[in-house]
Every structure is written in structure tokens, then in C-alpha cells.
């Protein structure tokens, strides 16, 4: 774990940017693990990831209409919403309400964000971001301090932050503590899914190449004839890559769903 | 086939087997190290009781799509979100571990 390889990216960016990142941290009193390299890779391909989605979604947006859509188009606003109603905007139409249209280009941001992040370790050469704890923790910051924001500029401070006192008054010093809890733990909970949930998938990949490579080379110790067992190291772990992407898209859609869940929590009209 | 099949499972069980047996003759001495036993049972714990709530959930909500199939869309999304948080609560446990074990 200590000793990372380092992507093409990596040596890039710290090319680019290296000395002056270098210099910051120096500056702020931080350990710098690697002072040659001090960007690692994940941040490296947190870069990439924006980059190449501003890149895309500026492309698009030149060349979105209403008469002709493209394929791209059309697949862009799949995302959005389709028949499905899995889309960013379906779910804030049934869960939020009516205005749930404003919360979308921060909601939107965020689950395209992992959506991209947790898809490029399939290219290879890289690796995904949301496989290191930090990066998950970051996404998960922001949507806990966009919703908390939301809660407030909906109902103002005072009025929000009698939501966290419970229903009855007189049950509030219990109440206060569970709720701020909750509130954390859905801080802790959003960032162990996304990162554990990715960090297994490369790992079982990983796992199943080993026991596969194991057992080609001790058939291959028995009798040349086992030489053709060459082909399960080669295709069986291949199955993994496919939950990779599975995986991805399942946890970019909850990473999309929940802060939703937590926004209409926060700016919910009490009855 | 027969043959194949045997050797294929001898050689599994040897490629599980053999890193422990390595492990135990090269530090042979001294204490056990539960570090390295206690996470096994907490994650066959853990996935074990998972397994059976996600199993729970799958299942009474296939049985109300069959009674009510038009309600397909709400259900999917309520399952979903189960299954989500039940999951989440063996990740906990794989990454306590990871984060002891290293």
C-alpha cells in the first residue's frame, strides 16, 4: 500500500504542477510521503476525471438541439431522466417535489463525478479515484455540507435547527444527541460504501487472478498437457471486471440517490 | 472428466491452503495472533447476517411484485435502497478489518 505504483497521469500532473503543490505543503507543516512526486495518483485522477467531464459536457453542450439530438444527446439525457425514472431528475421530481429542479446541478455534479470516477479504472493504464478513503470522504463532505445549506436557506437557521429537536419538546434532550448522530453517521456511511464497495471490486479481480494463476502453474507442474489451463488465469477473472462495472453504476446511482433523500429531509415543510 | 474435476478441486485447495501452512512454519513461536483469526469470523458473520436480510428483502418484495405488478417502479426503488443499507452494514466490517489488518 505504502509503495504505489505511479500512473502515467500521476508523473504528468506532478511534471505540471509538482513544485508549487510541493512547496504549499511544505508550507502548511505537512508530511510529504513522496517529496519527488508529492501529487499522488488518486488526486491525479480526480483531475483527470474533471477535466475530461468539463471537456465532454462543453462539447455537448455546443451541439445540443431540439430538432436533430444526437446519440450522445440522447444518451446524455438518459441521465436525466428515462423510462426507467432512475434518472437525476426523475428521483428529485418524486422525492423532493416540484422545486426538486434547483437542487439538480450540485446533486447532478456529484453523481456524474463518481458516476465517471468509479468507470475509468476500466481503461487501462488507470485507476479509480473513489478507490482511495479520501476521495469518497470529499464527495460525501459535500453533500453533507450542500444539504445541511439547503436545510438552512429554506427554513433559516433557527427553524432548521429545530428540526434536529424531534417532534415533541419534551423529548428533545434525547432526541438532539441521535439526531446529530444520524447526521454524522451518514457522513461515515456514504464514504465506507462508495470506497469499500470499489476498493472490492479491484480487489476480488486481484484475488481470483492470484488462485487462477496458482492453479495453472501447479497443473502445469503435474504435465505440459495442463498448459491449457492457461486460459482460466486469461478469461475467468474477466467475470469481475463485468461487477466492476455493475458495481459502478449501481453505487454512482445511490451516491445520487441518498443526498437526494437527505436534501428533501432538510428542506421538508414540517406538518 | 472425473479426473479433471478432482484434480481441479485438489489444486483449489492447495492454492488456499499452502500460504497458511508456509505462514505457520516461519513464525512458529509465540502467541497467537488473533489480529489475523477474529477478522474471518467477523466478516462470516457479518456476510452471513447480510446475506440472510438482503435474502428477506429480495423475497417479500419479489412475492408484492407478483401480488402487485404495478407497482413495480415503487417497489424496485424501495428494494434498492434496502438492499444499499443493508449492505453497507458488512462494508463496515470489511473495512474495519482492512484498516487493522495490514
Given at each position: 500500500?505504502?509503495?504505489?505504483?505511479?500512473?502515467?497521469?500521476?508523473?504528468?500532473?506532478?511534471?505540471?504542477?509538482?513544485?508549487?503543490?510541493?512547496?504549499?505543503?511544505?508550507?502548511?507543516?505537512?508530511?510529504?510521503?513522496?517529496?519527488?512526486?508529492?501529487?499522488?495518483?488518486?488526486?491525479?485522477?480526480?483531475?483527470?476525471?474533471?477535466?475530461?467531464?468539463?471537456?465532454?459536457?462543453?462539447?455537448?453542450?455546443?451541439?445540443?438541439?431540439?430538432?436533430?439530438?444526437?446519440?450522445?444527446?440522447?444518451?446524455?439525457?438518459?441521465?436525466?431522466?428515462?423510462?426507467?425514472?432512475?434518472?437525476?431528475?426523475?428521483?428529485?421530481?418524486?422525492?423532493?417535489?416540484?422545486?426538486?429542479?434547483?437542487?439538480?446541478?450540485?446533486?447532478?455534479?456529484?453523481?456524474?463525478?463518481?458516476?465517471?470516477?468509479?468507470?475509468?479504472?476500466?481503461?487501462?493504464?488507470?485507476?479509480?479515484?473513489?478507490?482511495q478513503s479520501s476521495v469518497p470522504l470529499g464527495c460525501a463532505l459535500t453533500v453533507f455540507l450542500y444539504y445541511n445549506w439547503c436545510g438552512i436557506r429554506k427554513h433559516g437557521p433557527l427553524r432548521y435547527?429545530?428540526?434536529?429537536?424531534?417532534?415533541?419538546?419534551?423529548?428533545?434532550?434525547?432526541?438532539?444527541?441521535?439526531?446529530?448522530?444520524?447526521?454524522?453517521?451518514?457522513?461515515?456511511?456514504?464514504?465506507?460504501?462508495?470506497?469499500?464497495?470499489?476498493?472490492?471490486?479491484?480487489?476480488?479481480?486481484?484475488?481470483?487472478?492470484?488462485?487462477?494463476?496458482?492453479?495453472?502453474?501447479?497443473?502445469?507442474?503435474?504435465?505440459?498437457?495442463?498448459?491449457?489451463?492457461?486460459?482460466?488465469?486469461?478469461?475467468?477473472?474477466?467475470?469481475?471486471?463485468?461487477?466492476?462495472?455493475?458495481?459502478?453504476?449501481?453505487?454512482?446511482?445511490?451516491?445520487?440517490?441518498?443526498?437526494?433523500?437527505?436534501?428533501?429531509?432538510?428542506?421538508?415543510?414540517?406538518? | 472428466?472425473?479426473?479433471?474435476?478432482?484434480?481441479?478441486?485438489?489444486?483449489?485447495?492447495?492454492?488456499?491452503?499452502?500460504?497458511?501452512?508456509?505462514?505457520?512454519?516461519?513464525?512458529?513461536?509465540?502467541?497467537?495472533?488473533?489480529?489475523?483469526?477474529?477478522?474471518?469470523?467477523?466478516?462470516?458473520?457479518?456476510?452471513?447476517?447480510?446475506?440472510?436480510?438482503?435474502?428477506?428483502?429480495?423475497?417479500?418484495?419479489?412475492?408484492s411484485i407478483a401480488r402487485n405488478p404495478g407497482a413495480t417502479a415503487a417497489i424496485r426503488f424501495a428494494l434498492i435502497l434496502a438492499l444499499v443499507l443493508i449492505e453497507s452494514m458488512a462494508l463496515y466490517?470489511?473495512?474495519?478489518?482492512?484498516?487493522?489488518?495490514?
Amino acid at each position: 500500500m505504502e509503495e504505489q505504483h505511479l500512473l502515467l497521469v500521476t508523473k504528468l500532473v506532478n511534471w505540471l504542477a509538482g513544485k508549487p503543490v510541493l512547496w504549499l505543503l511544505t508550507a502548511l507543516r505537512l508530511k510529504v510521503k513522496n517529496p519527488e512526486y508529492p501529487i499522488p495518483n488518486h488526486m491525479a485522477m480526480e483531475l483527470l476525471v474533471f477535466a475530461l467531464a468539463v471537456v465532454f459536457f462543453l462539447w455537448l453542450k455546443r451541439r445540443l438541439s431540439v430538432d436533430r439530438p444526437g446519440a450522445t444527446q440522447l444518451c446524455a439525457e438518459m441521465l436525466l431522466t428515462n423510462p426507467m425514472g432512475v434518472g437525476a431528475g426523475d428521483l428529485l421530481g418524486d422525492i423532493v417535489g416540484h422545486d426538486g429542479k434547483r437542487y439538480l446541478p450540485m446533486i447532478g455534479s456529484i453523481g456524474l463525478f463518481v458516476l465517471l470516477s468509479n468507470l475509468i479504472s476500466l481503461i487501462p493504464g488507470l485507476e479509480s479515484p473513489t478507490a482511495q478513503s479520501s476521495v469518497p470522504l470529499g464527495c460525501a463532505l459535500t453533500v453533507f455540507l450542500y444539504y445541511n445549506w439547503c436545510g438552512i436557506r429554506k427554513h433559516g437557521p433557527l427553524r432548521y435547527s429545530k428540526h434536529f429537536l424531534g417532534p415533541v419538546l419534551p423529548l428533545a434532550p434525547i432526541m438532539l444527541p441521535i439526531e446529530i448522530v444520524s447526521n454524522l453517521a451518514r457522513l461515515l456511511s456514504l464514504t465506507v460504501r462508495l470506497w469499500v464497495n470499489m476498493l472490492v471490486s479491484e480487489l476480488l479481480y486481484v484475488l481470483f487472478l492470484g488462485l487462477t494463476l496458482a492453479l495453472f502453474l501447479s497443473g502445469r507442474e503435474a504435465s505440459p498437457f495442463w498448459n491449457i489451463l492457461v486460459v482460466v488465469p486469461l478469461f475467468g477473472p474477466v467475470v469481475f471486471i463485468a461487477l466492476h462495472i455493475f458495481v459502478g453504476i449501481l453505487q454512482a446511482f445511490v451516491f445520487t440517490l441518498l443526498p437526494i433523500i437527505y436534501v428533501s429531509g432538510a428542506v421538508a415543510e414540517e406538518h | 472428466m472425473k479426473r479433471l474435476a478432482t484434480f481441479l478441486l485438489i489444486a483449489w485447495a492447495l492454492a488456499l491452503l499452502t500460504p497458511p501452512a508456509f505462514a505457520a512454519e516461519g513464525g512458529a513461536s509465540g502467541a497467537t495472533n488473533w489480529v489475523l483469526i477474529t477478522p474471518g469470523f467477523a466478516m462470516a458473520i457479518a456476510s452471513g447476517l447480510c446475506g440472510y436480510a438482503q435474502a428477506k428483502a429480495t423475497a417479500s418484495a419479489c412475492e408484492s411484485i407478483a401480488r402487485n405488478p404495478g407497482a413495480t417502479a415503487a417497489i424496485r426503488f424501495a428494494l434498492i435502497l434496502a438492499l444499499v443499507l443493508i449492505e453497507s452494514m458488512a462494508l463496515y466490517t470489511f473495512a474495519l478489518i482492512y484498516l487493522r489488518v495490514k
